[in-house]
C-alpha cells in the first residue's frame, strides 16, 4: 500500500515571497512522484514528475521539486509566487499504473 | 491536441434519482480513470480501464455505481440511485500508458444531490 501525507493544509504568502510546499509518502516499492495543481473549477494539471535519476526536478510556472528518498518526501518549491499562483497543489505517488494523492495545499497568495 | 472532455460539467439531481457522467479521453490513450473528488480532498480512484476491459474497480461502490468503456474509447460512470453523500467531482483522466505516464485529466463534473 502506499500513502501521501501533505503537512500543510493551507499556506498564505505574500506575492513574489517563496514557498514551499511539504509532502512526505511511504511506499514499500519504488515509486513515481508528481505534483499537480488544480485551479477553482478546473480538472489537475501536471507541474512536474520524478520518474528516475536527477533527484531535483524542474517544472512549468517557476515551480521545482527535490526527491528524497532517505526521508521519503518530495517538497515543492517556487522562489517567487504570483498572484496567479493560487490554487490547490496536489502531491501524488504512483505505483503499478495507481495513482494516490495526498490531501492538497491550498496555497493563497496576497498581494 | 484536445484534451479531456466530460459532460455534463455540473448537475443537480434528488436522491434517489439516476446520473451519469461521461468522458472522452485524449486520442491515443489506452488508459481511462475515474475518481472521486470530496470537497477539500484529493482525488480517489473509483475504476481504471486498459482499453475496454476494467482492471482496478476495487473502490467502486458496485450496489450504485456501474462504468463502460464500450469500444475502448469514449467511458460512462453512471449512479443509481443517487444518495446525498455522492455530491462530490467527478474527474476522468486519461494515459497513454501505466507505470510512470502522466495522467491527464479533464475539467470534472461537480454533482449536487439533494
Known amino acids: 500500500a502506499q500513502s501521501v501525507t501533505q503537512l500543510d493544509s493551507q499556506v498564505p504568502v505574500f506575492e513574489e515571497a517563496p514557498v514551499e510546499l511539504r509532502c512526505n509518502y511511504s511506499s514499500s516499492v519504488s515509486v513515481y512522484l508528481f505534483w499537480y495543481v488544480q485551479y477553482p473549477n478546473q480538472g489537475l494539471q501536471l507541474l512536474l514528475k520524478y520518474l528516475s535519476g536527477s533527484t531535483l526536478v524542474k517544472g512549468i510556472n517557476g515551480f521545482e521539486a527535490e526527491f528524497n528518498k532517505s526521508q521519503t518526501s518530495f517538497h515543492l518549491r517556487k522562489p517567487s509566487v504570483h498572484i496567479s499562483d493560487t490554487a490547490e497543489y496536489f502531491c501524488a505517488v504512483s505505483s503499478s499504473g495507481q495513482l494516490t494523492f495526498g490531501g492538497g495545499t491550498r496555497v493563497l497568495v496576497k498581494p | 491536441e484536445a484534451g479531456v472532455v466530460q459532460s455534463p460539467r455540473y448537475k443537480i439531481i434528488e436522491k434517489k434519482q439516476p446520473v451519469a457522467f461521461w468522458c472522452n479521453p485524449i486520442?491515443?490513450?489506452?488508459?481511462l480513470y475515474w475518481y472521486l473528488q470530496n470537497l477539500g480532498q484529493g482525488p480517489e480512484l473509483l475504476i481504471r480501464?486498459?482499453?475496454?476491459?476494467?482492471?482496478?474497480d476495487s473502490q467502486l461502490p458496485k450496489d450504485r455505481f456501474s462504468a463502460e468503456r464500450l469500444k475502448g474509447v469514449d467511458s460512462t460512470l453512471k449512479i443509481q440511485p443517487a444518495e446525498l453523500g455522492d455530491s462530490a467531482v467527478y474527474l476522468c483522466?486519461?494515459?497513454?500508458?501505466?507505470?510512470?505516464?502522466?495522467?491527464?485529466f479533464g475539467p470534472g463534473t461537480r454533482l449536487t444531490v439533494t
Open positions: 480501464y486498459e482499453n475496454e476491459e476494467a482492471v482496478d
Open positions: 486520442s491515443g490513450h489506452n488508459t
Open positions: 483522466a486519461s494515459s497513454p500508458s501505466t507505470g510512470g505516464a502522466e495522467q491527464y
